[in-house]
């Protein structure tokens, strides 16, 4: 089930009145109430994965309650392999299998693997949860649906943001306050997302971006280059507007989720960027992989190097079994690695050095983005021969020029802009509000393409 | 509190929660939310009246089928008596513009 569609429009507005009704007159039922909303939400996509999701729901809270507060480390290192492993198995046996395996002449058959939408972010939080609470991080659950609720709440199930134990299961430990809802918040991040995936990301993907991905040999130099600095913003537009409209979703139902993008092409180094995307994974990165597994920079230049690399590597494997995401992390990893022996902690103080720095983090990023689009290596090799073969430039056009123009100069908007507007906003009545938000939520609907294109971050 | 909207004004961010969602948000009761949320759902069964019969043609036969197609079509054919959805396919065609 995807945000911007009508059955979803439906789903919500049961689980919103259904959710407000049980907070005020049966508190105690409006967990299960949830719980039953969440994996209503991902049967959509497979009423067989809800099981798994159950079993992978309970086992994370049995070894929480085993290894809570420094009990048992063996019981933290099971429960972490185990959900690794259930991980793994959808996403890289056949990779395994196929690239490695028979390459050493054994045997290996194809597996008939679906991978279930948006795995990964129900392992991280998993994970997270289980060593959090060992660490002492986060309270040890003892009620096994709160657990559920908190890894299945459909508004980040599918694509995250990933949301820390410590943060969220307070927050189900007391009902919602249902005279006071952030309406105005939550329209704006919802329609702000609605507009950068239906009216920028999706326009981008279907004008420009898929087809010239397709068959690069077909297009010119200019369509090349438009589809490659496209994809940049389309990824963006498409992958936080599903964080902000999740955060929106999550706000109307009374639960708070961090903010999961800042502005991040604005950002003028790649430790920068990495602070602003998709922040939610990088700091998740940052905190179980980078610092607790890898030691992060406490054992000397070197070894921090190598843990740059290596982490920004995991994190591109993470993405699927694929060489084009493996090489998306080493560039990152490489350039964050160089960037911090070049200029270290130091900020540009010159308007001309700010633009250089700016130039220069933008480029490697979207370079970066076009080996992780590209389905393989000769896909990027054809798109460089495609920019000197002298094919004329027939798919670029002023629109997807200037929606591509639109998404970067999202980034240069005044970063209090959401508050802004809802000052802006809170003198009005409810009424007034809820026309407001329809008209605009009509408006993106008709300047949008017809239909709606899967997220981007869901097949990972 | 985690959620920053139900803090007082001034509250800083909770440490290590990258946030900036003020607690200076504007809140409003159930009831005014449920209002606003119910007009937006009006606004879009008015917009999208076209969408709405082809959705209702695609359900499968079952009890009640009918009955959702008769409604849908008798709600899109109200609208049209207005001149509503040919409004919006006249600006959807404006906005399409250089596509």
């Known amino acids: 089930m995807l945000f911007p569609t009508g059955i979803f429009a439906l789903f919500f507005a049961a689980v919103f009145l259904g959710h407000w009704t049980l907070v005020r007159v049966r508190p105690s039922l409006d967990r299960a109430f949830l719980l039953a909303a969440n994996l209503a939400f991902y049967a959509f996509w497979s009423v067989e994965f809800c099981a798994a999701l159950i079993a992978v729901g309970l086992w994370t809270w049995g ?40 390459r050493l002449g054994f045997p ?89 995936k239906m009216v920028i990301a999706n326009e981008l993907a279907t004008g420009i971006v898929d087809p010239v ?128 022996a070049l200029v270290g902690r130091a900020e540009p103080r010159t308007k001309g050095a700010i633009l250089l720095r700016w130039l220069v983090t933008f480029h490697v990023v979207m370079l970066a983005f076009v080996l992780f689009r590209a389905p393989d290596l000769g896909t990027v090799a054809s798109l460089v021969a495609g920019l000197g073969d002298g094919l004329p430039s027939e798919a670029v056009t002023w629109r997807l020029a200037a929606l591509a123009g639109l998404g970067l100069a999202i980034h240069f908007l005044p970063p209090d802009l959401r508050e802004r507007i809802e000052d802006g906003l809170r003198p009005l009545p409810a009424l007034a509000l809820g026309a407001a938000m329809g008209l605009v939520l009509l408006a993106i609907l008709l300047a949008g393409p017809e239909g709606v294109a899967p997220f981007i971050y869901f097949q990972f | 509190m985690q959620q920053p909207w139900l803090n007082p004004p001034g509250t800083p961010p909770r440490r290590g929660v990258p946030d900036d969602f003020s607690p200076a948000s504007a809140t409003m009761p159930l009831r005014g939310a449920t209002a606003a949320l119910a007009l937006v759902w009006l606004i879009l069964l008015a917009g999208r009246s076209e969408a709405i019969v ?22 899109n054919d109200a609208l049209t008596a207005i001149g509503l959805p040919q409004v919006l396919s006249a600006l959807r065609e404006g906005l399409a513009t250089g596509r």
């Open chain 1, 63 to 102: 070894i929480g309650l085993l290894a809570a507060r420094g009990r048992s480390r063996p019981a933290l290192w099971i429960g972490v392999a185990g959900v690794l492993g259930w991980l793994f198995y959808f996403k890289y046996a056949n990779f395994f299998l196929q690239e490695i395996v028979a």
């Open chain 1, 108 to 196: 290996a058959p194809i597996l008939d693997v679906v991978l279930p939408v948006g795995i990964s972010f129900y392992c991280f939080q998993a994970i997270s949860y289980m060593v959090d609470v060992h660490a002492g991080d986060a309270e040890v659950e003892p009620s096994p649906l709160n657990v559920l609720v908190y890894l299945t709440f459909f508004p980040h199930l599918a694509a995250g943001p990933i949301v820390r134990a410590a943060h969220f299961l307070p927050q189900l430990a007391v009902p919602p306050d249902r005279f006071r809802i952030p309406v105005a918040m939550a329209g704006i991040l919802i329609l702000g997302g609605l507009f950068k």
């Open chain 1, 213 to 340: 991905f397709r068959d690069p040999s077909a297009y010119g130099a200019w369509d090349i280059a438009l589809a490659c600095y496209g994809y940049t913003i389309q990824i963006f537009c498409d992958f936080s507007a599903y964080s902000d409209m999740a955060i929106g979703f999550a706000a109307l139902l009374g639960f708070h989720f961090p903010k999961n993008f800042d502005q991040p092409f604005r950002a003028v180094s790649l430790s920068e960027f990495w602070r602003r995307w998709h922040i939610s994974l990088s700091t998740w990165l940052r905190d179980y992989l980078y610092i607790r597994a890898l030691g992060g920079n406490r054992r000397g230049e070197a070894r921090t190097r190598f843990n740059l690399m290596a982490t920004m590597v995991l994190g591109g494997i993470w993405h699927g079994a694929n060489w084009t995401f493996l090489l998306w992390g080493a560039v990152h990893g490489a350039a964050l690695a160089i960037e911090r």
């Open chain 2, 54 to 75: 082809d959705a209702a043609y695609g359900l499968p036969v079952a009890p009640g089928t009918e009955t959702l197609i008769a409604v849908a079509e008798g709600w």
